[in-house]
């Protein structure tokens, strides 16, 4: 599974059907009307993201999405049947956000009370039109401010397989649940075609991992120790709570821009086996030499030496939330050098305490620190200027992963406007890809092509055995 560009899905013409869910529970409006509770941190903060753009009349917008393959000619009641299910099956899928005394709070109707409707789109005969139309689908449908968050649709064939497609706004769902989606309505769609119920691992309720993380650190003082970590990061870098991309883009401070939407593979199996393996040779892991990687080639183009930068951190841990959809996701801030004259061990070494250090604050919400301790950047709408930012996920781990060369899934995230870069990196079992979106400036091209290809070549030089892996930095 990989993470890529709707504009480079290959997708084959075909009929398209979409799903909308409603309510059936009577009420004037019709819609989520249970019990209430409170939202997360990261919720909340997305959720007032949104207001204020509109309020400001600021198209700001993103939506996360998946594809995937259905094998044969389309079963729509099975299929149907199977998206009923996944909305069942998660609460926060079934939510609606609200300010109530200032305080997001959320509802979710309950499962036995939602229906689907279907309605017909007609059919594309170009790869091209499907792709225009899902974009514009996915532009219009997916409102942080509008129920539902998330909508189903389908392209199907009488021949060969047909491609289901899903979007959601972020609020509900986070990188990490795009696998868990497309093995929940597989498995579904095989069951109800077969004329059984079908059998998957508990999955926890958002909601209640959200409202137990508020209730625990919403009390959260800006002396409590459990900041501690924070407060260090900060003093290093000369008390800046974000850690700056280090190199040019040529934006204005203040400015947002339209953005680019880019993705490469970066190894292919073999190399990333290979790099897999030397890892482990420098007593770390994959991801420890992927980052050591990526702060080597920043320095090579003219980075400081000492790597910071914002790390994704999962919050499903081994308990129920493994299979769950939702936001499980955590920011942290990790340090580590990239001085000349390191030894690929030494770089792996200076990750993995850096690692150490930073996980040691798993729990404390990224957006509960950033309240506290940089309060003068808390009500922007976005970053006070461009991060570094790096997020790893290896897809080869993922539930159902062991059919994704039959089911074909991919994930795609876009995003109207920004103010720097961030960077997605995956593994799957072709290889190691990247995904990035940045400004749309000449200078974050120049610049965005320039990290890309040498850090191809410090990647490719670690998986040889060299000791940094380093090139010289390309002159633009």
């Not at 059998?199 to 137990?212: M, N, R």
């Not at 996920?393 to 994930?411: C, I, N, V």
Request: with cysteine; hydrophobic share 40%; proline share 5%.
């Amino acid at each position: 599974m990989r993470q890529f560009p709707l504009e480079f899905l290959e997708i084959a013409p075909g009929r398209v059907v979409e799903w909308r869910l409603r309510s059936t529970r009577p009420s004037e409006g019709g819609g989520p009307e249970g019990v209430r509770k409170s939202a997360s941190f990261n919720q909340d903060k997305h959720f007032s993201v949104v207001e204020e753009a509109r309020k400001a009349n600021d198209s700001l917008a993103s939506w996360l999405a998946v594809t995937f393959e259905v094998e044969g000619s389309l079963d729509k009641d099975a299929l149907e049947s199977a998206l009923l299910f996944l909305a069942r099956r998660h609460e926060v899928l079934r939510c609606e956000f609200q300010r109530l005394a200032g305080d997001l709070s959320c509802g979710a109707i309950d499962a036995d009370e939602i229906a689907l409707d279907v309605v017909e789109m007609g059919h594309f005969d170009t790869s091209a039109e499907l792709r225009a139309f899902m974009s514009d689908s996915f532009q219009k449908q997916i409102d942080t401010l509008a129920w539902p968050l998330f909508m189903m649709g389908a392209v199907a064939r009488e021949t060969g397989s047909s491609t289901v497609y899903m979007a959601f706004d972020h609020i509900v769902s986070d990188g990490v649940s795009m696998p868990n989606v497309v093995n929940d309505i597989q498995t579904a769609y095989a069951a109800y075609t077969q004329g059984r119920e079908p059998v998957l691992p508990v999955a926890g309720s958002y909601l209640d991992f959200a409202h137990e993380q508020r209730s625990r650190y919403l009390s959260l003082g800006a002396d409590d120790e459990r900041l501690d970590y924070w407060k260090s990061f900060m003093r290093a870098g000369a008390g800046e709570f974000f850690p700056r991309f280090p190199l040019e883009l040529g934006i204005e401070p203040g400015l947002m821009y339209p953005t680019v939407n880019e993705a490469d593979r970066l190894l292919d199996a073999r190399e990333t086996e290979a790099l897999e393996t030397r890892c482990r040779e420098a007593g770390g892991k994959f991801f420890m030499g992927l980052l050591a990687s990526v702060g080597t080639a920043l320095h090579t183009l003219g980075g400081p030496d000492s790597y910071r930068g914002f790390m994704p951190v999962s919050e499903r841990g081994r308990g129920p939330w493994t299979h769950s959809v939702g936001w499980f996701v955590n920011t942290l801030p990790i340090e580590f050098s990239v001085a000349e004259g390191r030894e690929f061990d030494e770089l792996i070494a200076g990750v993995k305490a850096g690692f150490g250090a930073m996980m040691g604050s798993l729990e404390v919400p990224f957006i509960r620190a950033w309240e506290l301790l940089a309060p003068e950047h808390f009500a922007l709408r976005t970053w006070p200027y461009p991060v570094n930012f790096f997020s790893y996920m290896d897809m080869r781990k993922t539930p159902g992963a062991e059919h994704h060369p039959q089911w074909q899934p991919t994930a795609h995230v876009w995003a109207s406007a920004a103010n720097g870069t961030c960077s997605w990196f995956q593994r799957d079992v072709s290889g190691l890809h990247m995904n990035s979106i940045y400004v749309d400036t000449a200078e974050a091209r120049r610049t965005m092509g320039s990290v890309r290809e040498i850090l191809t070549e410090t990647l490719r030089g670690a998986s040889r055995g060299s000791s940094r892996g380093r090139v010289p930095a390309v002159v633009s």
